[in-house]
């Protein structure tokens, strides 16, 4: 039998079953022995989709503005959840490809979008992604989030306004991490023109900009990565048509003022101090949905979701 783990609480006031809703809060709840932690405010209905019979174990799922339709979560038979993901990517993949990875994506997308991923989080057969992320040598060949991945979709304001520029256009956008506890996040910038013209008119041109940070797991949330900046650094790859790689890179070090801040902190009472929970220390991203191709993350601030794609390199 389908097991479809919901709440509600039926509200009997002459009316319909359908009109029955439930809010369900954020803390982590057990639903038939699985547990799922719930991000968002629900509403739940036992109002059937149309074309469909509905029974008690069938539930609409609503966010506060957007209804998302049924979802089913079946921990006895993964293959159905699996079934699910694979339309749900499907999905996404399509709206990436419409809306040029988010940049050009108009409300109703990324509302669409949004109602996807917020499905998958439901269904995320991964519930302890920053395992290994530290980098300790005992479970260094079992990371799950050990790879290249290539962005497809975002709705971050500080990534889509890049896409604003008239001079420069972001190409491809990776985070790499193949040596963790090291996570690298890469935007490749090429000019404006290239994307209007062809390269007999404008020969190719590319500049790499590369973010690092070292990630680390966090206390209380298997699926919270924390991350500290240590570096950035502009490497120009190709000129029109040259490869100028072998040209030194602007780079700016971010670990001095960590360092120096370490020496000072066992000498000043009640900054040099650990918590024994740092799940809430600012500077991290929740993994909201990751399997063998796909990883979905939530970052803390300035927010928004990015979706990437594993791959194979990095290369320009």
Do not use: H
């Amino acid at each position: 039998m389908r097991l479809i783990f919901v709440a509600a609480s039926i509200v009997l006031s002459g009316k319909c079953p359908a009109a029955a809703f439930c809010s369900l809060s954020s803390a982590r709840s057990n639903y038939g022995g699985f547990a799922i932690k719930n991000r968002f405010s629900y509403k739940i209905t036992l109002n059937p989709l149309s074309g469909r019979e509905g029974n008690d174990d069938d539930a609409i799922m609503v966010s506060n503005k957007e209804n998302l339709g049924y979802i089913e979560v079946d921990p006895i038979e993964p293959s159905r959840n699996a079934q699910q993901a694979e339309l749900l990517k499907r999905d996404l993949y399509q709206l990436a490809a419409s809306y040029d990875r988010g940049f050009s994506a108009t409300p109703r997308a990324r509302q669409e979008a949004s109602r996807i991923i917020q499905k998958l989080a439901l269904i995320n057969p991964t519930k302890d992604a920053s395992r290994g992320i530290d980098g300790a040598a005992d479970v260094r060949a079992d990371v799950p989030l050990r790879a290249v991945w290539r962005m497809i979709w975002t709705s971050a304001l500080d990534v889509v306004s890049l896409g604003a520029s008239p001079l420069a256009a972001p190409s491809a956008i990776y985070q790499v991490i193949t040596d963790p506890p090291i996570a690298k996040n890469i935007i490749d910038f090429i000019p404006r023109a290239q994307t209007l013209f062809p390269s007999s008119i404008t020969p190719p041109s590319l500049l790499r900009a590369e973010v690092t940070t070292r990630a680390s797991s966090r206390k209380g949330n298997a699926n919270r990565v924390g991350l500290v900046f240590e570096g950035v650094k502009v490497q120009p790859i190709e000129f029109m048509g040259n490869k100028v790689d072998n040209l030194p890179p602007l780079s700016i070090d971010l670990t001095w003022p960590r360092n120096m801040f370490d020496q000072v902190a066992p000498y000043v009472p009640g900054i040099g101090s650990n918590s024994s929970d740092d799940t809430e220390k600012p500077g991290y991203f929740d993994v909201e949905y990751l399997d063998d191709e796909l990883l979905v993350i939530r970052q803390q601030a300035p927010g928004g979701v990015f979706a990437l794609i594993k791959v194979d390199n990095f290369d320009p």
